[in-house]
């Protein structure tokens, strides 16, 4: 196996178990291996000489071109292979048994649950892998090279570990992989090939896009922020805005709201979720949906026309380099609902941007309300659900954050 040496003093954070070492830490390779190659890391020591260097293991992980270069998979050298990822995968699906996510899989007709994350990268010391399951299909997605390789390795051990819980397989990585590499990876079945599965969350019935659409397919990670919904639900006008697929809107509908309006500005997201309105609630006349951007449509609603408010935009800052302009984004956005929100309302409003901490999330909350000059209780602070979870030495891993407020 290919070897990567570390400068001098580069090992610290994989002595603390951070999980990526960046291309500046590396000192030279054994030989250059190829994006994807699996490669051991040593850490470099003077030896008692002062001359020469003495190498001692550290870590396996993937190598690939950029500024992350070596995702770590073990500490303890194992070798990569198909009984690795079954390991793996074995414990991440006892974390979601134990967190009661999971026990129902199967898609029965009577299931409440059928949709959850089974491999959360990082956070189940699998960087670059991401497993959705929905019903008896698992969705992976690979956002690294090493897990574009291993992908047929991934499938079967998951195949293995799930055993007739999963029937299909589905890879959807076209848009997660890095162009350059030039994979030219293809979306398509790696088991399996059965495309009728819907997502069952708490009771509620979703069509999965897991061919075209976003992520995986479905924001599996808003579960439990949508039930919290519904609770606030009854006899409120309710603006779903960033619907997708609708989620939030069929909370508020079983929750008892006496109008629901879903808005996004794709036209796919809209069909998507008229579509969910007629698995769920068919010719319900409470419900409308509008193909629209969300800025315009908070300029041109009346002040007082929503009580319960739901904000959950797509990440606006991806890189660390963006993060002003997305604080701005996220508090214009908010100002223009505080502005509009009747006395009374509730807004859900949420980040999945990684790089906006939680703390600089409620600054930008803040100086939205006090723009927009509403006195505003924090009743919620919100955060993304356990089958999500985050590795304790790798923290960049929090995404989700959200806040529940009263507008006076
Ligand atoms: N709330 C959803 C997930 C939202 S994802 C859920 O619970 O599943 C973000 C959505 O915002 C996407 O569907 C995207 O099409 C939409 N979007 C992006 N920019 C927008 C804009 N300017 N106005 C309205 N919708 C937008």
């Given at each position: 196996m290919k070897q990567a040496f570390l400068r001098k003093g580069k090992e610290d954070s994989l002595n603390r178990f951070h999980p990526w070492i960046f291309s500046g830490a590396i000192h030279h390779f054994s030989e250059q291996p190829e994006e994807g190659e699996v490669v051991e890391v040593y850490a470099s020591t003077p030896n008692e000489n002062g001359k020469d260097w003495d190498f001692k293991y550290i870590a396996t992980g993937h190598f690939q071109i950029g500024s992350i270069m070596i995702r770590i998979l073990s500490f303890s050298g194992e070798e990569i292979d198909e009984d690795f990822y079954k390991r793996k995968i074995a414990v991440a699906l006892d974390v979601r048994k134990a967190i009661g996510?999971?026990?129902?899989?199967?898609?029965?007709?009577?299931?409440?649950?059928?949709?959850?994350?089974l491999i959360h990268g990082e956070g189940d010391n699998l960087p670059g892998l991401v497993v959705d399951v929905y019903g008896k299909t698992a969705v992976l997605q690979a956002h690294s090279v090493g897990m574009h390789t291993d992908r047929m390795m991934v499938a079967k051990a998951i195949k293995e570990v799930m055993g007739d819980k999963i029937e299909n397989i589905y890879y959807k990585s076209e848009t997660t992989l890095p162009f350059k590499a030039d994979l030219g990876q293809e979306n398509g079945f790696l088991i399996g090939g059965d495309k009728d599965d819907i997502a069952v969350e708490n009771g509620l019935r979703f069509h999965v896009d897991w061919l075209k659409g976003q992520k995986t397919g479905f924001f599996v990670d808003q579960r439990e922020n949508r039930a919290l919904l519904q609770k606030f639900a009854k006899d409120r006008r309710v603006l779903n805005m960033f619907c997708y697929t609708g989620g939030f809107s069929f909370y508020a509908m079983r929750g008892g709201a006496n109008l629901v309006h879903s808005v996004d500005s794709s036209q796919k997201a809209i069909d998507l979720t008229n579509s969910n309105v007629e698995l769920n609630f068919p010719g319900d006349p409470r419900h409308k949906a509008f193909a629209q951007d969300a800025f315009k449509f908070l300029d041109e609603m009346k002040k007082g026309e929503y009580d319960l408010i739901i904000l959950d935009p797509p990440a606006f800052a991806k890189h660390k380099d963006a993060v002003k302009n997305a604080m701005k984004g996220y508090s214009r956005l908010n100002q223009k609902a505080f502005e509009k929100i009747q006395s009374g309302g509730i807004l859900f409003t949420f980040s999945c941007?990684?790089?906006?901490?939680k703390d600089a999330f409620r600054t930008a909350v803040f100086t939205a309300a006090a723009h927009a000059r509403r006195n505003v209780r924090i009743l919620y602070q919100l955060h993304q659900p356990a089958d999500h979870p985050i590795n304790i030495y790798h923290p960049e891993g929090e995404y989700l954050k959200g806040l529940v407020l009263y507008v006076e």
């Open positions: 996510v999971c026990q129902e899989t199967g898609g029965d007709k009577e299931c409440q649950n059928n949709t959850f994350r941007s990684q790089v906006i901490t």
